[in-house]
């Protein structure tokens, strides 16, 4: 799946819901309860990274994406510092690991597509190397098949089968809440979809991986049935600002991948959460600078995805111009930590009542999206050829992660 399709059956399931709400009060004032860092045995484990593990290099997989020609012409507007990687590389595991481990996160939240996928193939392994660097692994599942709904309880018990219990849950990321509690934790994307969609031209088609809440309904509940006698919670976090849906369909609350839905909004969609008792996990992220396609269709409804946070026009020649992106991606990430942190720490929400919190990063390695912690080459370090190229490498290529670092490490201090 193209990654910018990730975006508007999101928005478009909650948004208008949402927004015929009033906004709730200003992000309440710290709470005096004890610091996090003492009411969870590791927290660290509840900041986890949005992992990827779907890049080749023999053949090309991925790295072509929207049309580009590897190895110089990529699908991606920055150059990682490895280069184009394979993620079957060992030695690449390794090092991700370890910059994972410096800034502060605990665990990853790893890209799953289906027991019979290539990244599939790649778990054990990738497993082994976080175990190693004490990482803990959670998944989501993604819709790798227009029945993918349908196959949600066979997929999460999969996952716990193979991932935890013939791994004796060595490095199984279990969730803990406020009172001790632990279970696993999953999300999945395009969990809430409406049933059509209707494009520029007024042309209506039927969404064809749509599930109607009764079907995640059924799902939901065989899964929590089937794993009652084996852990003190299972936690379900849906994709989705439609909250009376995800409620209707048996989840715990919300978690999303949308860059798009800006920090100053999250205020809203938590006092909804709240309403209905409904968890939720908004993202620490850098905004978004997407790959476009370089040849669309002629006659298509595509739009290239503006540059997030401000929508800025940015001139990639200029050090000027670089200079104020990176500082606007900074701000988001500064942004978007503290607002998600004081969210799920208010005392007025759900979160803080139910004694939940878990801080998703988005992304480590998604460079489609242009979203990724994981460092880039420096600028200087670009090619004659990667700098003919255009892309957006910034002076200091890991900014991003030490940014995030700095902000993990102050919270747990």
């Excluded at 839905?261 to 968890?279: E, G, M, Q, S």
């Excluded at 990639?316 to 200079?323: F, S, Y």
């Excluded at 990724?372 to 003919?388: G, H, I, V, Y």
Aim: aromatic letters at 12%; a negative charge; hydrophobic letters at 35%.
């Amino acid at each position: 799946m193209a990654p910018w399709s990730r975006r508007s059956f999101v928005r478009s399931a909650g948004l208008a819901a949402a927004g015929a709400l009033t906004c709730g009060p200003a992000l309440v004032a710290a709470q005096r309860r004890p610091p996090l860092s003492s009411r969870y045995s590791d927290l660290r484990r509840h900041f986890l990274f949005e992992y990827y593990p779907w890049y080749r290099n023999d053949p090309w997989e991925h790295w072509p994406e929207g049309g580009h020609h590897p190895p110089a012409d990529f699908g991606s507007n920055f150059v990682p510092a490895l280069g184009l990687y394979d993620s079957r590389s060992t030695a690449v595991m390794e090092r991700h690991a370890r910059w994972i481990a410096e800034s502060g996160a605990g665990a990853i939240d790893v890209s799953w597509w289906g027991p019979d996928s290539n990244v599939n193939e790649v778990i054990p392994t990738l497993m082994d190397v976080m175990k190693a660097h004490d990482i803990h692994v959670a998944f989501y599942v993604e819709p790798y098949a227009d029945d993918h709904a349908r196959n949600y309880a066979r997929d999460v018990l999969y996952l716990i089968k193979n991932y935890g219990d013939r791994r004796h849950w060595d490095c199984f990321l279990l969730h803990e809440y406020e009172d001790a509690t632990t279970g696993p934790i999953f999300k999945s994307f395009r969990t809430i979809l409406p049933d059509t969609s209707t494009d520029c031209h007024g042309v209506t088609t039927p969404i064809t991986d749509y599930a109607a809440d009764d079907v995640w309904k059924r799902q939901t509940d065989a899964v929590r049935e089937t794993l009652r006698h084996d852990f003190d919670r299972v936690t379900l976090l849906a994709d989705s600002l439609h909250v009376g849906r995800t409620q209707a369909g048996g989840f715990d609350g919300i978690a999303l991948f949308d860059n798009y839905v800006t920090p100053d909004t999250w205020r809203l969609h938590a006092d909804n959460c709240t309403a209905r008792n409904l968890l939720f996990s908004f993202q620490v992220n850098p905004g978004f600078d997407s790959i476009v396609f370089p040849h669309p269709e002629p006659d298509t409804c595509y739009k290239p995805p503006a540059f997030s946070p401000g929508g800025g026009v940015y001139d990639w020649t200029r050090a000027g111009d670089r200079a104020a992106a990176q500082d606007a991606s900074r701000g988001r990430i500064a942004e978007s930590f503290k607002t998600t942190v004081g969210l799920q720490t208010s005392a007025a929400l759900s979160n803080a009542k139910r004694g939940f919190f878990l801080v998703y990063i988005n992304s480590f390695n998604e460079w489609h999206e242009g979203h990724q912690f994981e460092p880039m080459k420096d600028r200087a370090n670009l090619s004659s050829e990667e700098r003919a190229l255009g892309y957006h490498n910034p002076e200091n290529g890991r900014y991003r992660l030490d940014a995030l670092r700095d902000l993990v490490q102050e919270l747990v201090a």
